[in-house]
């Protein structure tokens, strides 16, 4: 007798959830107990991998086009008893998959206990989610990508679903709000870019994380205390949003929060004064804020200091007008105003977007660093042609004063690792490497990766890094080789289009054939 004839169920059962759709059905031909194994998978996952042509495991597009629909229906033709299938997936970018092929598939769904339900379709038209999925009350995890939904008027709730997430999608009106509060147990909640959703009203007492973007005119959130992670991207300017940050406040275990796009924007409001108490739990903080606009530089400080656990903090620095302050004028209100330990647990700084040589944005930095005793690590992705751009109305822009004429007995006694990438060379560039190298005392290594392989001042900037006096005996200098990585992008790129010209050969081989 063979090794697998007599396998146990369950671990057959795993073996097979490793494998592909095509991969599980050819185990059938391995013995006469396997034969009938596909018959109760728990696990149906048909994507991509359905369709894997047999030369060189690359995926031909003609097959995935004309095989797809014929392989899930043969596959279900197996599953005719199956009633304890756990997870169902579509995953494809087919336009020969219609909407009543996907609808005879859950059509035998809703006779089972099915638990996943994962439909993404990635091209042509939306598919218009079928009533009978609604009947799946088994139901943990609903996916849906590329869909219209609208809900039956039958429709009770799902009793068990726990995470519900909705992409590129189009909503019915009022389906959300009636589908969030027919689902008692939803823990997890993440729309993206859903059309029909203007007036988003959020009722989830067991809601832990919720992720949303998308450009609402009205944001509202309640009884949802349970909340330990909340992002928000606001795609357009609303006042709407402005008294959110209050009622996170009363969220006691939050401890990770991102706020992207215009939401600081819209918030300002509910900042012009302290928040009526601290986010005692908040530990991750990621803002998206317009450093040159008074407004939103005083509501992060605001919101900052009510933050007093903060230990990551991520600041993507937004382009655009507002209430800008005179040159100067940071470094002034910040000498005025400052509190050298205000952000006493911060461990982690990251900034991404920046302009180097806009002396705002410098400042406000210096002013972070300055106020956070016990920051570790420090990364600061410079935007290179942000840079370029302002040079072009402003020659004196990357020409600021150095940070070394405002602060003299400062020492960054934790930092450890400095991470700098997009580095042209400027004089606030500089500066900043100077500032950092001069009063880190304990500092391990700083990594800078110039922006481009132009020119020779790169070269030339890494020499003078090199004679940059140390405050850290044990600094070390890493400079990444931007040639280097260009190579290895262009290989990347290579690779892939052999690839697609592999995959057109095999399809015009089928042709001619």
Same mark, same amino acid.
């Given at each position: ?355 180097? *040589?806009?002396?705002? @944005? =410098?400042?406000? !930095?210096? #002013? %972070? $660093?300055?106020? /956070? &005793?016990? +920051? ?48 042209? *060379?400027?004089?606030? @560039? =500089?500066?900043? !490497?100077? #500032? %950092? $190298?001069?009063? /880190? &005392?304990? +500092? ?52 892939? @289009? ?9 399809? /015009? ?5």
């Amino acid at each position: 007798m063979d090794r697998i004839s007599n396998l146990p169920v369950d671990v057959t059962h795993r073996i097979l959830c490793k494998l592909s759709i095509k991969e599980a059905v050819r185990t059938t031909v391995l013995s006469r107990n396997w034969k009938h194994n596909c018959d109760m998978l728990p696990h149906v996952v048909f994507d991509d991998r359905c369709c894997v042509s047999d030369q060189k495991g690359k995926i031909t597009k003609r097959k995935r086009k004309t095989k797809f629909c014929h392989i899930v229906d043969q596959v279900f033709s197996l599953q005719e008893n199956n009633t304890s299938i756990v997870t169902f997936k579509v995953s494809h970018q087919n336009k020969h998959v219609n909407s009543w092929h996907i609808d005879r598939w859950i059509r035998h769904l809703s006779r089972t206990s099915v638990r996943t339900v994962i439909l993404e379709q990635w091209e042509g038209s939306l598919y218009n989610v079928s009533s009978r999925l609604f009947s799946c009350q088994d139901l943990e995890y609903l996916e849906l990508y590329g869909c219209f939904l609208k809900i039956p008027s039958s429709f009770e709730g799902f009793g068990k679903l726990k995470s519900l997430n909705i992409q590129k999608s189009t909503v019915d009106k009022g389906a959300l709000k009636k589908l969030i509060c027919c689902c008692p147990l939803l823990a997890s909640l993440i729309l993206y870019e859903c059309k029909g959703i203007t007036h988003l009203n959020i009722d989830a007492p067991n809601l832990k994380y919720l992720d949303v973007e998308g450009a609402f005119e009205d944001l509202n959130i309640e009884n949802s205390l349970n909340l330990v992670y909340v992002a928000i991207n606001q795609l357009q300017a609303s006042g709407s949003c402005s008294n959110l940050l209050k009622y996170f406040v009363q969220l006691s275990h939050l401890n990770r929060l991102k706020i992207q796009g215009c939401f600081l924007q819209c918030a300002v409001d509910s900042l012009q004064d302290e928040l009526p108490k601290p986010y005692l739990c908040l530990k991750s903080l990621c803002l998206s804020i317009r450093l040159a606009n008074l407004e939103e530089i005083l509501a992060a400080i605001r919101l900052l200091r009510s933050s007093p656990a903060l230990q990551d903090l991520e600041l993507s620095v937004r382009q655009g007008d507002g209430a800008a302050f005179a040159p100067g004028g940071t470094t002034y209100w910040l000498n005025d105003n400052q509190n050298w330990d205000e952000f006493s647990q911060l461990k982690t700084l990251k900034v991404t977007s920046f302009s180097a *040589g806009a002396r705002n @944005e =410098v400042d406000f !930095i210096k #002013f %972070l $660093l300055v106020s /956070s &005793p016990a +920051l570790r690590q420090l990364e600061i992705q410079i935007d290179h042609l942000d840079l370029v751009q302002a040079r072009k109305h402003d020659p004196a822009v990357g020409k600021s004063k150095s940070l070394l004429d405002d602060f003299q007995n400062c020492s960054f006694t934790q930092l450890r690792v400095v991470r700098l990438t997009g580095i042209s *060379g400027v004089q606030s @560039e =500089v500066g900043l !490497i100077t #500032f %950092l $190298l001069r009063y /880190s &005392p304990e +500092l391990e290594k700083m990594t800078v990766r110039p922006a481009s392989v132009s020119s020779s001042s790169e070269r030339e900037l890494f020499k003078k890094l090199l004679q940059l006096r140390r405050a850290s005996v044990k600094a070390e200098i890493e400079y990444l080789d931007p040639l280097k990585h260009a190579q290895r992008k262009m290989d990347s790129k290579s690779e892939s @289009e052999t690839s697609s010209e592999s995959d057109s050969d095999s399809d /015009s081989d089928s042709d001619s054939n």
